[in-house]
Every structure is written in structure tokens, then in C-alpha cells.
């Protein structure tokens, strides 16, 4: 649900929508698969009056088998107001930890009978930890058509020693994402949402249709751009209960070979929004806009 929470890919959406926002992701992947991927993310960003900005934390994890990889990151967005267009331009920093259960691996050579024993010079059946420093920087533009935003992440390659004679690279990471706004019919909203994610050597593209009409919105997309990235179908609904309080789910139909063997992958999301200006009691200023939901 990227499309709903730009600031989890984006740390120059901190502090855009002028108040408090909470977000709490789970995401599990290809259901039912032993070690399939899971996802658990909670981030909040507000507006830094002060230095003309927003602040935001995230702590994240996923889990892919035997990998597990966990986060935290501090953001900080500086805003330019340029009339009736507004640019952001933020970074993040964090501390990230890559764990590697190595009892969960298997080799071909490799004797599982009584034990475990890899027959690998470097691997082990140990749980290996390393520590890395994460950091990122950011760009996110708005008018009142469109939104955009561009976010580098590891911009160097970064060799972790994870094991006894085991090395582990982090690749850089780029993401950028484009939203449109397209009022359509009597309170009837259409926001089109695409999403690049690349390291440089792969690419994938989620596209997305996403409909709103007062408190409830909805959607349909894909992940993929050609037969070898096409990976699912998506189907997205939810629902905005008050001010403060909505509620977003998403289910992926794989269409790949995985299709056979997979439930597909489901996504739950919790927003919370404090709807008044930080340390004023204020509520904020109303601008009757369905792209606010």
C-alpha cells in the first residue's frame, strides 16, 4: 500500500500533511510457502515548525527464509512552499541488523541426518548477525495535479561480515513513485499511482487504480512489467472511520508459476492522524481536497 503511506518509502514526506500520522503495515507474501516473505512496519511523521520541516521515525522487519532483516530510522524533510507548488527535500539515517539463521539453510553436499553439517567452508549452523548504518536521501514534489518523489537509499555498496568467512552486500536501492488526481464525477476521485524499485542490476514496477468517494476508496493494479516481472494482481479497499481513524487491506492473486502452490499475499494497514496542529490544540486548516484522505 505504498500509494497510501508515501512517507514509508519517502523521508521528504515528513511532516507534508501538517499534522500527527501513524501508520502500522503487516504484510505476508506468497501465503502458505514455508519461510515466505512477512513485513511488519510502523512510522509516524509530523510537522518541525521550527526549521521549516517535518521529523519521522520507522522501524521496520521482514523476514525472507533463513533472512531476517531489521531497522530503525530517523528522517528529517526541509520544505519549500513555491506558491501553489511545494518541493521537499529530506534524508534519513538509521541503524539496521541482517540476521542469517544458518540451521535453516541447505546445500546440495549437505548431511541433515542426526544434525546439521553444510559439507561448506563457509557456512555454518549458527545465527549470524551483522550491524550496518542505513541512510538515505530524498525529494518529494507536489502541485495541484500531481505528486512525485525520488528516493536513493545506500547510495554505496556496503560488504557485511556475516558469519566466519561469509560476506553479505548491501546494494543501493532507488525508489520513485508518481500519483495524479483526476476529479472525475460529483465527489468521485481517481488517483493513478506508479512505483519504480530498482538496485541496478533488477526492476519492478507496481502500477495502481485507485478510486476514492468520501470515506471509502478502493483499487485494482499490478506488480510487474514484462512476463518474467509480472507477479500479481492487486485489490485494494478501505475505509476512513473519523478523522483520526482508517483502515486499508490489500490482497495480491499471484499470476506467476507461483500461482499453483500460492494463497497470494495479504496486506493490512492502520492510520492513525491526530487532526490538530502539533503542540497548539488547534485543529489544522481545512482544505477540502479528496486527496487529504
Given at each position: ?90 534524508a534519513s539515517v538509521g541503524l539496521a541488523q541482517l540476521t542469517l ?52 537509499k545506500n547510495p554505496f555498496t556496503t560488504d557485511l561480515d556475516i ?33 519504480i524499485n530498482t538496485n541496478f542490476n533488477q526492476f519492478q514496477i ?88
Open positions: 500500500m505504498k500509494a497510501l503511506n508515501l512517507f514509508q518509502s519517502n523521508p521528504a514526506f515528513a511532516g507534508v500533511s501538517d499534522q500527527l500520522n501513524v501508520f502500522a503495515i503487516y504484510r505476508s507474501q506468497w501465503q502458505d510457502h514455508i519461510g515466505s516473505p512477512k513485513q511488519f512496519a510502523v512510522n509516524a511523521s509530523l510537522p518541525f515548525y521550527k526549521f521549516n520541516g517535518g521529523l519521522g521515525v520507522q522501524i521496520q522487519s521482514s523476514n525472507h527464509g533463513p533472512e531476517q532483516f531489521s531497522e530503525i530510522d530517523l528522517g528529517y524533510s526541509y520544505h519549500l512552499p513555491l506558491g501553489t507548488q511545494f518541493l521537499s527535500i529530506g539463521d544458518g540451521s535453516e539453510l541447505i546445500t546440495p553436499d549437505g548431511s541433515y541426518i542426526g544434525g546439521i553439517n553444510h559439507n561448506d567452508p563457509i557456512l555454518n549452523a549458527l545465527l549470524n548477525r551483522s550491524f550496518y548504518i542505513n541512510y538515505s536521501i530524498s525529494a518529494f514534489y507536489a502541485n495541484d495535479l500531481f505528486d512525485a518523489g525520488l528516493t536513493i558469519g566466519q568467512d561469509s560476506r553479505y552486500g548491501v546494494s543501493p536501492n532507488v525508489t520513485a513513485f508518481f500519483k495524479y488526481y483526476m476529479p472525475f464525477y460529483d465527489g468521485w476521485q481517481w488517483e493513478p499511482y506508479l512505483h507496481e502500477f495502481l487504480n485507485l478510486v476514492k468517494y468520501g470515506n471509502i476508496f478502493g483499487g485494482i493494479g499490478s506488480r510487474g512489467y514484462s512476463s518474467n516481472s509480472f507477479e500479481s494482481l492487486i485489490f485494494l479497499g478501505g475505509l476512513k472511520f473519523n478523522n483520526s481513524y482508517t483502515i486499508s487491506y490489500s490482497f495480491d492473486v499471484s499470476v506467476n508459476k507461483l500461482r499453483t502452490t500460492s494463497d497470494g499475499s495479504h496486506e493490512i494497514m492502520f492510520r492513525y492522524d491526530l487532526n490538530r496542529e502539533v503542540n497548539t490544540g488547534r485543529p489544522p486548516k481545512t482544505i477540502y481536497n479528496p486527496r487529504n484522505l
